[in-house]
């Protein structure tokens, strides 16, 4: 009862990593902006500028909670023996790498992007690939 508990919860910061690593990238950001201007606007609200500006003040601390919370996981994954699925580590690997929100490596951000999507349709790939395996 008690595992069960704990790899719920480790699971969890997992999943968290991941979404919290998202937030790093400007262009994610802005997407998302457009995306909740977009839905306030189907339900009759109107909004100008960007409502999520105030994401990219908090960037670097999201992205550095998720690579904390994903080396944390690697280490339960693999020191502590705790299961985790090694396709959403390699994923939220990706997710991160594309992530990546610092000013000094901006020349360098379609290197990461790419890095990241190419981990994070691997994952995808692997898990698919597996789930067709099994029929």
Known sequence: MMASIKEKIFGASGSISGVLSFLGGYQV???TCLALIAFLT???FAAAGMPLLFL???AIPF???A???LILTIFLRYKK???FSDKMILFNSGLIIAGTPFQQVQQFNYAFWIT????AAS???WYAYDKVKKK
């Open 123 to 125: 994952s995808i790939g």
């Open 67 to 69: 690579v904390f919370l």
């Open 42 to 44: 189907f339900l009759g």
């Open 29 to 31: 950001c802005h997407n």
């Open 56 to 58: 990219t003040k908090v």
């Open 63 to 65: 992205w550095t909670a």
């Open 116 to 119: 990241g999507g190419v981990l």
């Open 81 to 83: 023996n705790i299961h």
